[in-house]
């Protein structure tokens, strides 16, 4: 099928690590990303790697990419409050077509 | 440094009534997007434009139409608002394609159909 699956939400507390899972479907896909969206605001890119690679690492952030299983994983290190808001997972197939999975919004307590 | 600016931001429509969701972008970008938010769904793409002159329909693109105006603008038009339109529109840009090189997106714009 066509679906990004993410779970919903995610609750960690301020200092802990978090980690945001997602499922894809096209083996085919050549970069997969990270998107995070702020209340109110638009999307920013966070982060994204390429296909060919397992882990990506972006200061507190860690990307790590199972091609097999078509399982990314984004981990915040030392999650603060102002890492709190909606984290999409997305996959470029072909042409323009990036589909996104439905985000998961992340809770962090002080 | 406005980058990708969407106008208006809120919009209550009734049911028949048209509008059209501005976009502009002042990044000199060639390809650009709208897409659609609702609850509990990923963004789904409305039509894209690949660059200027060019339009293309993408995954929900019934009741909507759109403009290239220029290489700055993209327009979304929809023509007899319904109630399903009920949604949070984005619009985006990026260098060519969504490829590694970062999409810019507006602060979207909150439309309720009654």
């Known amino acids: 099928g066509e679906d990004v699956e993410q779970s919903l939400f995610l609750s960690v507390r301020e200092g802990d690590s978090s980690v945001i899972n997602c499922t894809y479907t096209d083996s085919s896909s050549t970069y997969l990303y990270w998107y995070k969206q702020e209340p109110g605001a638009g999307l920013q890119l966070l982060t994204y790697i390429f296909s060919n690679m397992d882990m990506k690492q972006d200061q507190r952030l860690t990307v790590l990419l199972n091609k097999k299983d078509k399982h990314l994983s984004l981990r915040i290190a030392d999650t603060q409050t102002g890492d709190s808001a909606i984290y999409f997972c997305a996959e470029k197939r072909g042409g323009f077509k990036t589909i996104f999975g439905a985000g998961t919004r992340l809770f962090v307590k002080a | 440094n406005a980058g990708v600016t969407q106008t208006p931001k809120f919009q209550v429509l009734k049911t028949g009534q048209s509008m059209t969701l501005q976009c502009a972008q002042d990044?000199?970008?060639?390809?650009m997007y709208w897409y659609r938010q609702d609850p509990g769904m990923g963004l789904r793409l409305i039509y894209y434009?690949?660059?200027?002159?060019?339009?293309d329909k993408g995954e929900v693109p019934n009741g909507y139409n759109v403009s290239r105006l220029n290489k700055r603008e993209f327009s979304l038009r929809l023509e007899s608002a319904a109630p399903s339109q009920t949604s949070v529109y984005f619009c985006?840009?990026?260098?060519?394609?969504?490829?590694?090189?970062?999409?810019?997106f507006g602060q979207g714009t909150r439309l309720t159909v009654v």
């Open positions: 990044m000199n970008h060639n390809s």
């Open positions: 434009s690949a660059s200027e002159g060019t339009t």
């Open positions: 985006a840009s990026s260098e060519y394609g969504m490829t590694k090189t970062e999409a810019f």
